[in-house]
């Protein structure tokens, strides 16, 4: 088990060259970066958005979604699919 | 600046899954443009992929329809902009088609040797939406990069890598390797390490135009190879977290083609500097293009209904051992440009597959490099530098 990179005070914010887009051909959320794309899942998508979006920390940005999807518990989600995109230097701790 | 290294296999939809198929069945969307602005260049790499008569190619296309190829290449799906050439940084406008491009909602890539690039401009380009600058490199050392650019920048590259990054873009550092160079491939690592680089790509010289005139010059040893490898590997372990490395192998010394371009016609779109749209770089030098025009036909006609852009789509053109190869999904025959120099006929299997009655050839290119390198240096054959002068005689014009 590798350590966990963000806890609930973390701020993650988008990796330097990384942007992140609707792209309506593709009719999802998209990651650009220099030469490459990736097509985000919606869930992906919903918390990549707050990411960009706007600095917070993992705790805000979790409440925001529990408040935007019906109280929903997606703590472990949100936390896996963090680690999972450090992993791909999509995102890194401010 | 338009090198021939292994990048242009990194399409976007390479790492995205499955792209959504348009209206008309099994043509996909184009997702990445590949601008070539201008053919005018301060350098005169040998191993520039540019055509060899890029001399004669005159009338670029203006600003106004720069702007509608973008806005009709995005409104199809595109992406991914590469604003290359020759060097892009001597088009005037280059500040507008930044502006215009980001506007667009591009993901604007500027792929620049350095010259005629400032730390003032960089800013500047930064502030009007360009998302990454890719500066190639010719070798680690000033004497050798001088002399494979045919000109004095490697100072001036150095100080643009610093002013990109000090202007906040990610520092993305291409070196083109060859046979004169690649046993300094961790001479380049280290210069890479010391200028905190984000990433960079050690892009094997892929023999198309220029490139392949200076083929026996250029090709590489297998034993340089091995050593490279072996150098590119350490450092991509020692640097994880911190700079990423990319090393391909090249193509020549593979037993499988490369899947150029992700297929024929399915990603990935060059406008050349007089409105050709390709569907490679390389592609003008088959026989039998139409090489239609963005001044005469909208993106989605060349995309969709050229007969260029539907020769080599999907599988029907095989011939075999292609067209029964339980391997043509992942390689799509290899690259059509390649079959063409090396047999005649664009659409016989690549000659690298080593399934190719053809893949003699490659190993006979292998040898002439071994041959050339055995040479005395008064004996060998001397480089052929890529500038109007050679471009006009080599091409008879």
Same mark, same amino acid.
Request: proline share 5%.
């Given at each position: 088990?590798?350590?966990?990179?963000?806890?609930?005070?973390?701020?993650?914010?988008?990796?330097?060259?990384?942007?992140?887009?609707?792209?309506?051909?593709?009719?999802?959320?998209?990651?650009?970066?220099?030469?490459?794309?990736?097509?985000?899942?919606?869930?992906?998508?919903?918390?990549?958005?707050?990411?960009?979006?706007?600095?917070?920390?993992?705790?805000?940005?979790?409440?925001?979604?529990?408040?935007?999807?019906?109280?929903?518990?997606?703590?472990?989600?949100?936390?896996?699919?963090?680690?999972?995109?450090?992993?791909?230097?999509?995102?890194?701790?401010? | 600046?338009?090198?021939? $290294?292994?990048? =242009?296999?990194?399409?976007?939809?390479?790492?995205?899954?499955?792209?959504?198929?348009?209206?008309?069945?099994?043509?996909?969307?184009?997702?990445?443009?590949?601008?070539?602005?201008?053919?005018?260049?301060?350098?005169?790499?040998?191993?520039?992929?540019?055509?060899?008569?890029?001399?004669?190619?005159?009338?670029?296309?203006?600003?106004?329809?720069?702007?509608?190829?973008?806005?009709?290449?995005?409104?199809?799906?595109?992406?991914? &902009?590469? &604003?290359?050439?020759?060097?892009?940084?001597?088009?005037?406008?280059?500040?507008?088609?930044? =502006?215009?491009?980001?506007?667009? $909602?591009?993901?604007?890539?500027?792929?620049?040797?350095?010259? $005629?690039?400032?730390?003032?401009?960089?800013?500047?380009?930064?502030?009007?939406?360009?998302?990454?600058? =890719?500066?190639?490199? =010719?070798?680690?050392?000033?004497?050798?990069?001088? +002399?494979? /650019?045919?000109?004095?920048?490697?100072?001036?590259?150095?100080?643009?890598?610093?002013?990109?990054?000090?202007?906040?873009?990610?520092?993305?550092?291409?070196?083109?390797?060859?046979?004169?160079?690649?046993?300094?491939?961790?001479?380049?690592?280290?210069?890479?390490? !010391?200028?905190?680089?984000?990433?960079?790509?050690?892009?094997?010289?892929?023999?198309?135009?220029?490139?392949?005139?200076?083929?026996?010059?250029?090709?590489?040893?297998?034993?340089?190879?091995?050593?490279?490898?072996?150098? /590119?590997?350490?450092?991509?372990?020692?640097?994880?977290?911190?700079?990423?490395?990319?090393? %391909? %192998?090249?193509?020549?010394?593979?037993?499988?083609?490369?899947?150029? *371009?992700?297929?024929? $016609?399915? %990603?990935?779109?060059?406008?050349?500097?007089?409105?050709?749209?390709? #569907?490679?770089?390389?592609?003008?030098? +088959?026989?039998? *293009?139409?090489?239609?025009?963005?001044?005469?036909?909208?993106?989605?006609?060349?995309?969709?209904? !050229?007969?260029?852009?539907?020769?080599?789509?999907?599988?029907?053109?095989?011939?075999?051992?292609?067209?029964?190869?339980?391997?043509?999904?992942?390689?799509?025959?290899?690259?059509?440009?390649?079959?063409?120099?090396?047999?005649?006929?664009?659409?016989?299997?690549?000659?690298?597959?080593?399934? !190719?009655?053809?893949?003699? +050839?490659?190993?006979?290119?292998?040898?002439?490099?071994?041959?050339?390198?055995?040479?005395? #240096?008064?004996?060998?054959?001397?480089?052929?530098?890529?500038?109007?002068?050679?471009?006009?005689?080599?091409?008879? &014009?």
């Amino acid at each position: 088990m590798t350590e966990r990179v963000f806890n609930v005070d973390s701020v993650p914010v988008l990796a330097l060259g990384y942007r992140f887009q609707w792209e309506p051909a593709q009719d999802c959320y998209v990651l650009l970066y220099p030469e490459g794309m990736v097509k985000l899942n919606p869930a992906a998508g919903e918390i990549l958005k707050r990411v960009s979006e706007k600095k917070q920390t993992v705790g805000e940005l979790i409440a925001e979604l529990k408040a935007a999807f019906n109280g929903a518990d997606l703590d472990d989600d949100v936390y896996q699919f963090l680690e999972e995109a450090h992993g791909n230097d999509w995102i890194r701790p401010e | 600046m338009a090198t021939t $290294g292994s990048d =242009q296999n990194k399409a976007p939809g390479s790492t995205g899954g499955a792209v959504g198929i348009n209206a008309n069945e099994n043509i996909r969307q184009p997702l990445w443009l590949l601008a070539e602005l201008t053919y005018a260049c301060p350098l005169q790499c040998p191993y520039c992929s540019n055509p060899m008569d890029f001399a004669d190619i005159k009338k670029e296309l203006t600003t106004a329809e720069w702007v509608e190829v973008f806005k009709q290449a995005r409104a199809m799906g595109a992406t991914q &902009l590469g &604003l290359s050439g020759g060097e892009p940084l001597t088009r005037p406008d280059i500040l507008e088609l930044i =502006q215009e491009a980001r506007n667009l $909602g591009f993901y604007t890539n500027l792929i620049t040797s350095g010259i $005629g690039l400032d730390a003032t401009k960089a800013k500047a380009f930064k502030e009007a939406g360009l998302d990454h600058i =890719q500066v190639s490199f =010719q070798a680690s050392s000033e004497d050798l990069n001088n +002399l494979i /650019a045919g000109t004095d920048a490697f100072q001036h590259k150095i100080e643009m890598a610093k002013a990109v990054k000090a202007a906040g873009y990610p520092m993305v550092l291409c070196f083109v390797t060859h046979r004169q160079n690649i046993d300094q491939i961790d001479e380049i690592l280290d210069l890479a390490i !010391s200028l905190d680089a984000d990433y960079v790509e050690l892009a094997t010289t892929q023999y198309y135009g220029w490139a392949m005139h200076n083929r026996d010059q250029l090709m590489p040893l297998k034993e340089q190879l091995e050593r490279a490898e072996a150098t /590119a590997h350490r450092y991509q372990e020692e640097q994880k977290g911190n700079m990423k490395i990319y090393y %391909v %192998v090249p193509d020549y010394y593979e037993e499988r083609p490369k899947a150029c *371009m992700n297929g024929w $016609g399915n %990603v990935f779109l060059t406008v050349t500097p007089d409105g050709t749209a390709l #569907p490679c770089h390389a592609a003008r030098e +088959l026989p039998g *293009m139409e090489l239609p025009n963005v001044r005469d036909l909208s993106i989605r006609d060349i995309w969709e209904g !050229s007969n260029d852009f539907n020769r080599f789509r999907g599988f029907d053109w095989m011939k075999e051992p292609c067209r029964s190869c339980d391997e043509k999904e992942k390689d799509f025959g290899g690259c059509r440009c390649q079959a063409y120099m090396l047999t005649g006929d664009p659409a016989m299997a690549d000659p690298v597959c080593t399934k !190719s009655p053809d893949r003699h +050839l490659i190993d006979e290119a292998i040898q002439r490099g071994r041959d050339e390198a055995e040479k005395t #240096p008064q004996e060998a054959k001397p480089l052929v530098f890529r500038n109007p002068k050679n471009s006009k005689e080599i091409s008879g &014009l």
